[in-house]
Structures are given as structure tokens and as C-alpha cells.
């Protein structure tokens, strides 16, 4: 047994934050786990993918197509293009957060509209949830990914207590109180 | 106890645990934070050089003094350190050298997808390949010890999965950083006819002698399956075939050059039907063909791009993943960053219709719609002696021709075609980017910044005196954010009949740290989208009118510097 999870969202959006919280997750509850990402070109604002994938031994550090038991998507459009990662019955956890890609600034493409719709259609087990604004409650949207974290707590088996001390561990001294702050909206979504 | 890390800290970790003296790097992704992470060890040198051709000879240097030293590149970075290692392989070492070597198959953030592999066949190195962090640490300092018993050079092999791959790592008790006494041994190190030609002979013998002892040595592992197929692979794609095919026997290969040609010959004899799987070019596939032995390589698998567990489970099964499929998505690609001051620069190239030769870094990202200012871009330091080329040819009007390079980029192999230009009495122009940093690696220094490698206070060359120094006469520093300036100053130097430099300079919008305000949209605003023109990612359109997104804006104006109604303020 296992856990595939992937991340998906866009580059400055802290989902590497999201990654290292993670991948310490599964240091604590199984033998092995491996983290992949790709850095470079991405973090200039484009599509940014991370696999986390842990068990009693992990092979390929890659999440393919079919394979997810979650997506934690830090954003809308991003959920939609991460659907195929998912396996039959995974849950699908999705800030509602729209940011425009280029071609849809530019006016060369539309923003899909009808995002959850789609998703609801396929019948995935969908939790969508406005991690911005639960983020600005907290005190700064910087921390969409710790809300993010929060959302998916509930559905790992890890007690909360165990959560809290984990994100104290991994975020800078300075932010932890907005951090967990953060963290308890996305739990209690 | 084991730590998460990904594969590049843990070939610091590999390095600094085997004793390394000093690391020279030039960075590129994927291999990048290697040298970052084994700074942060301020007991050995380490040090960023202008290029992988210096770094490679730094560490050559330090090799032969008596020192362990590694030098670490991405692998078109390699192509630039050729020539210093090719020679290397005949004048070995006194300590250990170890040369990192970082492929990019699928183009994650490369221009090509060569591979690496084919040095090590073609300089006489030998060549490791990790598949996971724990082996990247294991692998690097196996690197070395190979080194110094072998007196030879020697390949650290990665892929982007590998390199930015996070998996556990144990670390072992380290070796000591002693020096090899330095001797000195004209004719093994000084590398003339005379004393080069029985180096060769030597390199055969070295060679042939670990071609014989790979198959013992126990870096490359026969695992005994159940099932009738056998798999020859290496790194990362070892970890895919592995998940794909686990009943499978497996010809781990550790050390990719020279290869194992007993324990394959003996692995092939063991299975029914014998797989090569190699992401990029069929090396380890040629080499068994040649030895007598049938297998499948590619002719089921392909020379592109990154494999996975599904890609290999399909070609060798037929088996395919079930999964929803979405329909066609707006893609989101990387962008210039708000604030960026590159992109008055392409705004400005791009309204001028001139002919732009590029440059490799951020400023590649000015190539993309709607800037959409670069004709071609083809390695570092290019662009200056395209722009040449393009010039003397009479193949385009130099009035309508211009360079664009980034400061670090300029300095890792642009002044040379600069000198080049001014020799050959060119007349093209050259716009140095200069962002005082080198940006799209992730903010490493370079000579030009004041700063070395662990942020301390270092000499910064002066690129003005530079440029004056290499002949230019017509050299002009303008701030880009400065959109008339900046039109004016491009104009007056394309016609001047003399090879001129601008230097645009303003730092990169991720180095400043100064707090902004983030502007906003006047009712003045007509929706002409003449701003949507400067591919600012905190800006839209919407409802006939021009937005600015204030948690995006960093306030630097040069949206509102080419508004014709001065609809764009500050708040």
C-alpha cells in the first residue's frame, strides 16, 4: 500500500512549500517516499507539476496518468489539466483561484468557464474550496498552500496534532502562527 | 539517518563527504544547486566560474596539483568544457577529478537533448550513472576513489528526474580532505606530441582495464527475475522499468562507459528476450548488437523525451492506463515576471520590426507571443555572432539587426564575438541585458554582480570599460524602464555605421527588494489593449477594459508608460 499525490498549480504560488510539507509526511508514516519535480522555465509563472508518491518501497519518483489517489490543484484551470493523473475513485482537492495564462490575457484563448462542471460530470470526488480568500483570512494570500495543506490533512492518516507539528517544522520561524492559522480555514473547510 | 533530499544536494553531499578541495561550476538546469548546496560548506572552494571551459580547467588544475576536485555543468555546458577534458582524459590526475554532467531529456529547460554519454565514448572517461538521490550520493563519491586509483577523470552522469528526484539518503563517514603532495611530471601533464602519444597508450590500457573490472566490481547488478524477459538499463529509467516489469530479470548498469560486456554477455544467456531501455540515443543498444546479441531497443522505444512506467508497460505489453481525458486547455506557458525589466526591451524590439538574434536565459521568454521580438536563439553567446554573420553576409540590413544577451551570458561567451565583431569590422548591434544577475538558473552571481558564489563581496568588471576595452567605441547605458530613452538610444545605434552596445540595465525584478504599490486602471481607459502588448502576467483584459492584478503588480510603470490615455496610475 501507498499513496500517489500530485500537485498541481502555477509557478510563485508556493506549491514546492506544499512538496516539502509532503514529502515529510511520508517520511513519518512509510518506508520510502520520493519527490519530483521540475524546476527552471516553470517558476516563471507557468504550469507547475509535483509528484509525491510513498509506500513500502518507490520505484519510479514519477505520477503517471491513472495513477493519483489525490490532486491537490492549487488552481482551477491547472485542476482540469491534472485530471487524467487521477486513478479511478481518487479524490480530487481544488482551490477555486483563476489565474489567466498568457494565451488568455492575450486574448488568443478563453479561460474555460465551466471548470467544476466538467469535473462533476466525470463524477470525480471533487472538494473545491476558496483557499485564496480562506488564505487572506489568515492573514496573507501567500499562504493558499498551507490552507491547501489543511484541506488535504483530513484525508491522510496523519492526526492533526501530528499536521501541526509538521508544518511548524517546515515553515519559516517567522510565518508559523499565520501558517497554522492558515492551516486550521483549509482543515475545517 | 536518512534525510529526503534531491539528487543534486546529495552529489554535494557525495563530494564534500569524499573530501573535495574544490568545486568550479557554471550553472545551468538541472545541475545548478550541486554547487549552491556544497557552498554552504565554507571549508573548500568552491567557486562559480564565467563558463564551464574555465570551471573545467580549474578543476583540471587542482587535479593535477594533488586536490579532489569536481566541476559540475548541464550538459550543453559540456560541449563548451570539451576541449579542456578531452585532454584531461591523457593527463589524469594526481588527486581526483570529477566532472558532473546534468542531460535534459524531454527539454525541460534546454535547448537540444544530447547525450552526454557519448563523451564519455569519445574523451576515454569513465561514466556513472545514479538512479536515485541515495545512489547520486554513493555514485559521487565512488566517482572519486575511481578517480585517483585510475588516474583518471571522471563522469557523474544525470537526468533532469534524477538531479531534481527527492529520495532518502544515508550519509557515511566522510574522507579526509587531505592534498596529494604535488609533483612535478612534465611528460604526463604536459600534453605535446611527443609526450601525449604514449598518454594515449596509456588511456587504451586504462580503459581496457576497467572495462574488464566493471564486470566484477559490483557498480553494475544482475537482479534475477522470474519471468522470461531481461532488461539492460541505467538511472532513472531503471526505477521506471523496474515498476513496469516487475517479474522481469535486470542488467543494472551503474557505470554506463565503459560497459560490461562479460556480465551482458552472460545477463543475455540467462533471458529468453533481451530489452534495452536508454532514454535518447541507443548506446548501450549499438554496443550489444555489436557484441553478437539480439535485442529490442529502439525499435520499440523512442529517442525523444523522458520515459515513464506507462510508456515502458505499453511498448513491452501492450497494456494501457485508464484515465479521463480532458479536452483542449489554454496552455500556461512560463512568462517574463511582473516587473520584469526585459520586457521594455522586446516590447520596444518587437514595435521596431527589427531582425533580433537571442540569447539563452529568461529573455529567451521575449520569443513568446505577444512580444514575440526574437527571430533565433541557438546557444550561449550566440546572438552576438549571429547578429555578425547576419551583418556581413549582406543577408540583412544592419540597420534593422540586433543582439540581445544577458549580462552573465555575455560574460560566459559573448565577448569574444563582440572582440570578433569589432575585428572583422562589423557594424551590428549589441543590447547587453544587463539584470545584474544571473536569473533564469535561479539567481546565481557571475563576475558582473560585486558577489561570489556564497554572497560575499567579490571585484565586479565593469561591462562599459568592457566593451571600450574590446574596441566599441559607440557604448550607452540606458534604464529600460525608460521606454523613450530606450527607443531613442536603439535607433541612434543601428544607424550608426560602427559596431555599438547598449547596455539596458535594471536588476531583475526578483532581486529588488523594495516595497511597491501595485498600480490600478482609471476610468481614462479606451480598451485599446495596447498594454495587453507587454505580456504582463498581472494584467487582463476584461469587459472592454484593462485590469491590473494588485497582488501580482509590482508597480514598475512600464505598463502605464506606453498607455496612450495615462490610464494606468498608482494607487
Known amino acids: 500500500m501507498g499513496l500517489n499525490i500530485v500537485i498541481v498549480g502555477v509557478g510563485g504560488q508556493g506549491t514546492l512549500l506544499a512538496s516539502r510539507v509532503l514529502g515529510n509526511m511520508g517520511a513519518m508514516l512509510y518506508k520510502d517516499v520520493k519527490v519530483s519535480e521540475v524546476h527552471g522555465m516553470s517558476q516563471r509563472g507557468g504550469s507547475v507539476v509535483t509528484y509525491v508518491r510513498m509506500g513500502d518501497e518507490v520505484s519510479s519518483p514519477i505520477i503517471e496518468n491513472g495513477q493519483a489517489d489525490i490532486v491537490l490543484a492549487f488552481e482551477r484551470l491547472e485542476a482540469l489539466r491534472a485530471l487524467p493523473y487521477l486513478k479511478k475513485g481518487g479524490k480530487m482537492l481544488l482551490n477555486t483561484q483563476q489565474i489567466l495564462p498568457m494565451p488568455v490575457v492575450s486574448g488568443a484563448m478563453e479561460y474555460p468557464c465551466d471548470i467544476l462542471d466538467i469535473l462533476k460530470q466525470k463524477n470525480v470526488d471533487i472538494t473545491a474550496v476558496d483557499a485564496l480568500s480562506l488564505a487572506v483570512k489568515a492573514g496573507t494570500p501567500k499562504c493558499v498552500n498551507t490552507v491547501m495543506l489543511g484541506i488535504l490533512a483530513r484525508s491522510t492518516d496523519l492526526s492533526k496534532d501530528q499536521w501541526l507539528e509538521l508544518i511548524k517544522q517546515c515553515v519559516p520561524p517567522k510565518t508559523v502562527e499565520i501558517n497554522l492559522a492558515a492551516f486550521e480555514f483549509g482543515y475545517n473547510a | 539517518m536518512s534525510q529526503l533530499m534531491i539528487g543534486n544536494q546529495a552529489v554535494a553531499l557525495g563530494a564534500l563527504d569524499a573530501g573535495v578541495n574544490l568545486i568550479s561550476s557554471y550553472p545551468g538546469t538541472p545541475s545548478t544547486e550541486i554547487t549552491e548546496f556544497a557552498a554552504k560548506d565554507t571549508t573548500r572552494h568552491i567557486e562559480w566560474a564565467p563558463n564551464e571551459k574555465v570551471a573545467a580547467e580549474v578543476a583540471v588544475g587542482a587535479s593535477i596539483g594533488g586536490a579532489k576536485a569536481m566541476c559540475c555543468m548541464k550538459h550543453v555546458g559540456m560541449n563548451v568544457a570539451a576541449d579542456p577534458v578531452f585532454t584531461a582524459a591523457y593527463t589524469g590526475v594526481r588527486g581526483a577529478l570529477v566532472i558532473v554532467v546534468a542531460d535534459d531529456p524531454g527539454m525541460h529547460s534546454s535547448q537540444n537533448e544530447q547525450d552526454s554519454r557519448y563523451y564519455a565514448i569519445s574523451s576515454h572517461i569513465p561514466m556513472l550513472e545514479p538512479s536515485d538521490s541515495q545512489e547520486c550520493y554513493d555514485y559521487c563519491r565512488l566517482a572519486f576513489k575511481i578517480s585517483h586509483e585510475y588516474d583518471t577523470p571522471v563522469f557523474l552522469r544525470l537526468t533532469t528526474r534524477i538531479a531534481h528526484s527527492q529520495s532518502l539518503v544515508e550519509r557515511r563517514d566522510a574522507d579526509s580532505t587531505d592534498l596529494v603532495p604535488y609533483k612535478k611530471e612534465t611528460a604526463k601533464y604536459t600534453m605535446m606530441p611527443a609526450f601525449a602519444r604514449p598518454r594515449h597508450d596509456f588511456v587504451i590500457k586504462r580503459m581496457a582495464r576497467l572495462g574488464a573490472d566493471c564486470n566484477t566490481s559490483g557498480i553494475n547488478q544482475m537482479i534475477k527475475g522470474t519471468g522470461k524477459l531481461g532488461i539492460i538499463c541505467s538511472g532513472a529509467v531503471f526505477r521506471y522499468a523496474k515498476e513496469a516489469m516487475p517479474e522481469a530479470s535486470f542488467l543494472k548498469l551503474g557505470m554506463c562507459h565503459p560497459l560490461p560486456d562479460e556480465l551482458i554477455k552472460s545477463f543475455a544467456a540467462s533471458v529468453e528476450e533481451l530489452i534495452i531501455a536508454e532514454e535518447l540515443e541507443p548506446i548501450v543498444e549499438n554496443h550489444v548488437r555489436a557484441l553478437g546479441i539480439a535485442c529490442k531497443g529502439k525499435d520499440i522505444f523512442t529517442l525523444q523525451g523522458e520515459y515513464s512506467t506507462n510508456m515502458i508497460a505499453e511498448a513491452l505489453t501492450g497494456k494501457k492506463p485508464e484515465f479521463d481525458t ?25 514595435r521596431m520590426g527589427l531582425t533580433v538574434m537571442g540569447d539563452i536565459g529568461c529573455y529567451t521568454l521575449g520569443a513568446a507571443a505577444p512580444l514575440s521580438a526574437i527571430d533565433a536563439c541557438v546557444c550561449m553567446g550566440a546572438s552576438v555572432s549571429m547578429a555578425h554573420g547576419l551583418d556581413r553576409s549582406g543577408a540583412v540590413d544592419p540597420k534593422r539587426t540586433v543582439a540581445v544577451i544577458g549580462d552573465s551570458t555575455f560574460l560566459h561567451s559573448g565577448i569574444t564575438g563582440l572582440l570578433n565583431v569589432v575585428y572583422n569590422k562589423g557594424n551590428s548591434t549589441l543590447m547587453i541585458l544587463d539584470n545584474s544577475i544571473t536569473g533564469m538558473t535561479g539567481h546565481q552571481q557571475n563576475p558582473a554582480t560585486g558577489k561570489d558564489v556564497r554572497g ?23 534604464d529600460p524602464f525608460n521606454a523613450k530613452e530606450l527607443k531613442e538610444c536603439i535607433t541612434r545605434a543601428i544607424n550608426n555605421p560602427c559596431p555599438s552596445v547598449i547596455i539596458a540595465r535594471h536588476p531583475c525584478a526578483l532581486i529588488v527588494k523594495a516595497k511597491t504599490t501595485p498600480l490600478k486602471v ?15 502576467p498581472a494584467l487582463r483584459f476584461e469587459n472592454g477594459k484593462a485590469i491590473v492584478d494588485g497582488s501580482l503588480c509590482v508597480g514598475c510603470g512600464q505598463c502605464a508608460s506606453i498607455c496612450p490615455k495615462g490610464a494606468i496610475v498608482k494607487q
Do not use: K, N, W
Open chain 2, 326 to 350: 480532458v479536452p483542449a486547455l489554454p496552455a500556461r506557458p512560463p512568462v517574463l515576471c511582473p516587473g520584469c525589466p526585459h520586457r521594455m526591451v522586446f516590447y520596444t524590439l518587437s
Open chain 2, 456 to 478: 560575499d563581496e567579490a571585484p565586479a568588471v565593469d561591462l562599459e570599460q568592457l566593451c571600450r576595452a574590446l574596441g566599441v567605441q559607440d557604448v550607452a547605458v540606458v
Open chain 2, 522 to 536: 482609471t476610468d481614462a481607459c479606451i480598451g485599446c489593449r495596447r498594454c495587453m502588448g507587454i505580456a504582463c
